[in-house]
């Protein structure tokens, strides 16, 4: 089955512990990002990767990272999660090819909360 | 910088009705137009995408149109049920430097009573 898979599903933590949110996909999509969706503000981009080895800041990228090594994978970092870093978080993907825009395939989030 | 509403924002209709969702932009640059549906404490499952060159789209009950001159779309449930209800939202892909970027609208919340 054709699908996103994000790890944890829920996580809480305390301030400063860092953590690593997973993201994973089956469809040999050369794009992936991250979004956060919070109450009233909506889902805003994170950070995205066109290919492996290649990522850039998004909308909102303060105090998060990522890395692409694998064209599958593209896990998300908080080296010292906030309590302002509190949301549910969503991976996407979706096929990247010349300047074309294709279907993208959300995850099933990750709700986050920092204490 | 580009502005994307839906209206509006909460929706009750008893089942079998048939209804409208309203997307509307600011800037008719876009690339294609996506939309979603959402559950509570869920992840975006993909209902439709309309490419830039189509005017619409349709899958079972539902039909999407997209009008980039005047900066709307619409997406259409026919004769709906308690199952739809759900948070729907409309994503403009904008194509950057960056690649493909989503913008999303601001959702309507629809709840199908029997």
């Known amino acids: 089955e054709a699908q996103v898979t994000q790890n944890p599903r829920y996580l809480i933590t305390v301030t400063g512990k860092k953590l690593t949110v997973t993201c994973s996909q089956n469809?040999?999509?050369?794009?992936m990002s991250w979004y956060r969706q919070d109450p009233g503000l909506g889902l805003r981009q994170i950070y995205y990767s066109m290919n492996v080895e290649v990522t850039d800041k998004g909308d909102v990228p303060e105090g998060y990272k990522v890395s692409r090594k694998e064209k599958r994978n593209f896990p998300l970092i908080l080296e010292s999660p906030s309590p302002n870093q509190t949301s549910l978080y969503f991976c996407?993907?979706?096929?990247?090819?010349?300047?074309?825009?294709?279907?993208?395939?959300f995850g099933p989030g990750t709700r986050l909360t920092v204490t | 910088k580009q502005e994307v509403t839906q209206i509006p924002a909460a929706l009750s209709v008893p089942e079998g009705e048939n209804l409208v969702l309203n997307c509307s932009f600011t800037?008719?640059?876009?690339?294609?137009l996506q939309w979603f549906r959402q559950d509570p404490g869920k992840g975006l499952t993909s209902l439709l995408l309309?490419?830039?060159?189509?005017r619409e789209q349709t899958s079972g009950r539902l039909n999407a149109s997209l009008d980039k001159s005047s900066g709307r779309s619409t997406l259409y449930i026919a004769a709906s049920q308690p199952g739809d209800s759900a948070t729907y939202l409309c994503a403009l892909h904008i194509l950057t430097g960056g690649g493909n970027k989503l913008t999303f609208g601001t959702g309507t919340q629809l709840k199908v009573e029997l």
């Open positions: 996407a993907s979706s096929l990247s090819v010349g300047a074309s825009s294709y279907e993208q395939y």
């Open positions: 469809m040999n999509h050369e794009y």
């Open positions: 309309i490419q830039s060159s189509q």
């Open positions: 800037d008719s640059a876009i690339y294609n």
